[in-house]
């Protein structure tokens, strides 16, 4: 069995517009940036993998011009899913596993600002029942969260805390969107966006990119004093149908937790993708994340959603923690698809 | 930037029927593995993946299982004044449909609130066909007819809109372009030159910073001949679309080739720009119409190999 490990990460700012819909000016200082730290050079890395998405760009096979920052010469090993980069990193993973690679460099980008994102999103929908009504995000998120309130699963108050707590926290992140203060209190103040839902609840909509960069084995060893080894990695999904699906749970999160093997008593610190407050409170218990666990140190993405890369770059915060001997087991999570349907976790440890 | 596509879909035997339905005036669901009805049905049972046939006939009539309230309706959905989004529970049905409500006001909208469905005035076989729902108490929904024909596909338009950004290489090249001028860069590490600039050298993945003016003269490096009509055509075919390599460049430009007949275009040409009048200029592309032969004897395949 190859061990696979996160040995580098790199993140641009969350910006409300940054560069353009190629990716490429987002792209080339975070490749400098995670090249930098493992020490590598782009003629190491093996095999390179990407998550990106035309319907954001506007533009058809959107991610081939992005591949320009790699400076593709002589020609790479390449790969794209048009989904998060947490996926493409689940790709490249598998790759590792099998051994044709000893190295790879995985990468998210998106500018979610180019067209209206909740609108964009619409699309991800099925085309015959759901699409051509144009529920946006928003709203499909705002029916989750009623449905979570009318059960009892949390109150209005307990989503303003997660936002509270998310902005406190990204304080300390420099590359966030959104801080604060705030408490609770004021947050309930503002009005709805959409009911039950206010502008705290949802993520920002932001422009950004990140990079992952995974080794095998003695590559990794040689590269980190400490690499965050993947001990399971699975991705689940749940029914298209949103009708047909209790909203209150997420079983494809849970389903996800139980393949990588997370236990979530036994985790230090956790990066859940909640793009929505009440989602933080649903995935926590889908994963039975114990009171002790850190969620979102970073302040996760209600402070900084860059479409494409927010999932990958809770993998990496994760790692990061266990690379700084910060902590020594950790779970990066990605979310896709509408009201948490497509739910990804990433367990890493650091002995 | 507005890009849109008609999509056409083909229906299978179950979307089908649902879609024949609904141009009826009829709303059907579908009983799945554990005797649950779904309507809106699905095609594929949700517990055990197997195909569901079993249609059934479910009410106009539901309650709300969950809801929310937009004040300010996006392009496309069901309604352009405040509305709510909800989740439905047709009568006879176990799970939900997604669909509008118009209620009027939000104070209207509740979790349990009886509603019915409200018709498109020419059903046609999809979705759309239910144009919303709203609160039970004003007239019955319009009656079912029969004799339609059978509903094999759906077309729904989807339209997106964009604001593309131009990168800092591109604007001073547009800006350039005003100005009569053809700004390209040259990478730092390869010394290779790109017009337009592309922000990073593809070769070497470093910024390219370098500005270098080139002339507005090159080679036809290839070429094709357009003999196929399409909408928006702007010449009628036959004409010559080229990779052009001006003089200093390290990279062709897509260009029309004018001025001479089609069957005299051929690779290593020496072609020269033609502008469009001055005080027609903007920063864009579009100030160079296009090339014309420069009567230049021709530049020895040597000169462009490398740029094929
Ligand atoms: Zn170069």
């Known amino acids: ?351 | 930037m507005e890009i849109g596509f008609d999509y056409t879909r083909s229906l299978g035997p179950v979307l089908s029927r649902f879609m024949t339905a609904l141009a009826e005036r009829r709303i059907l669901g579908c009983r799945g593995s554990d005797g649950r009805v779904h309507a809106p049905p699905l095609e594929y049972d949700p517990v055990t993946y197997a195909p569901l046939t079993e249609l059934v006939e479910v009410g106009p009539a539901g309650t709300v299982v969950t809801w929310t309230w937009l004040d300010r309706p996006l392009d496309g959905q069901p309604l352009d004044r405040p509305f709510g989004w909800a989740l439905i529970r047709l009568d006879g049905a176990d799970t939900a449909m997604l669909h509008a409500v118009d209620a009027g006001t939000k104070d209207q909208m509740r979790t349990g609130m009886r509603v019915q469905v409200r018709w498109a005035p020419e059903p046609v076989g999809h979705i759309r066909d239910v144009a919303c729902f709203e609160p039970i108490g004003g007239a019955a929904p319009a009656s079912p007819r029969s004799g339609v024909d059978p509903v094999t596909m759906v077309t729904t338009p989807i339209h997106l809109r964009y604001r593309h950004t131009t990168s800092i290489e591109e604007s001073r090249y547009l800006r350039g372009l005003a100005e009569g001028k053809l700004i390209g860069q040259r990478c730092p590490a390869c010394g290779k030159v790109y017009v337009p600039p592309r922000g990073a050298c593809p070769t070497c993945g470093v910024p390219t910073v370098d500005d270098v003016e080139l002339p507005d003269r090159g080679t036809v490096t290839t070429f094709c001949v357009v003999n196929v009509p399409f909408p928006g055509q702007r010449i009628p075919p036959p004409y010559v679309v080229a990779y052009v390599l001006l003089d200093g460049a390290d990279i062709p430009m897509q260009h029309l080739i004018l001025g001479c007949r089609p069957d005299e275009v051929r690779m290593g040409m020496r072609v020269a720009a033609v502008w469009r009048p001055r005080e027609q200029w903007g920063t864009t592309p579009q100030n160079i119409d296009h090339f014309q032969p420069s009567g230049e004897p021709d530049a020895p395949f040597d000169s462009y190999a490398q740029h094929l």
């Not at chain 1, 990460?9 to 090249?35: I, K, M, Y």
């Not at chain 1, 699309?123 to 051509?132: G, W």
């Not at chain 1, 108050?157 to 997660?162: D, K, Y």
């Open chain 1, 1 to 351: 069995m190859i061990d696979v490990a996160v040995v580098g990460f790199a993140q641009s700012p969350c910006l409300p517009s940054a560069g353009t819909t190629s990716g490429v000016e987002l792209l080339v200082p975070v490749f400098q940036e995670v090249l930098a730290s493992t020490g590598l050079a782009k003629q190491d890395i093996d095999f390179w993998c990407s998550g990106s998405s035309d319907y954001l760009a506007g533009r058809a096979f959107s991610f081939v011009n992005a591949v320009d920052a790699i400076g593709a010469y002589p020609p790479v090993a390449e790969s794209h899913v048009e989904m998060d980069a947490a996926w493409a990193l689940y790709e490249a993973y598998v790759k590792l596993l099998t051994g044709e690679a000893r190295t790879a460099l995985v990468y998210g980008f998106g500018k979610s600002s180019a067209g209206q994102l909740r609108r964009v999103l619409a699309l991800q929908l099925d085309p015959y029942l759901h699409a051509p009504l144009w529920p946006d995000s928003v709203s499909i998120a705002a029916l989750q969260a009623r449905a979570g309130l009318d059960a009892g699963r949390y109150t209005e108050r307990e989503m303003a805390e997660v936002a509270a707590r998310s902005r406190t926290a990204a304080l300390g992140n420099p590359k966030a969107q959104v801080s604060g203060t705030d408490t609770a209190d004021d947050l309930l103040a503002a009005p709805y966006v959409a009911d039950p839902l206010r502008a705290h609840d949802c993520a920002p909509v932001g422009d950004g990119a990140a990079a992952v960069v995974l080794a095998a084995g003695d590559e990794a060893r040689r590269l980190r004093a400490r690499p965050a080894w993947i001990t399971g990695f699975a991705h689940n999904v749940d029914s298209p149908a949103l009708g047909v699906r209790d909203l209150t749970s997420v079983p494809s999160a849970s389903a996800a937790a139980t393949a990588a093997g997370l236990r979530g008593d036994e985790v230090d610190a956790v990066e859940l993708h909640a793009p929505f407050s009440h989602q933080e409170i649903l995935l926590a218990t889908a994963l039975g994340l114990g009171d002790a666990v850190r969620v979102n140190p970073s302040g996760g993405v209600l402070c900084g959603n860059p479409m494409f890369s927010a999932g990958l770059s809770r993998i990496g915060l994760a790692a990061e923690h266990v690379m700084s001997g910060r902590a020594d087991r950790v779970a990066g999570h990605a979310t896709s698809g509408p009201a948490l349907q497509q739910n990804l976790v990433c367990v890493m440890e650091g002995a």
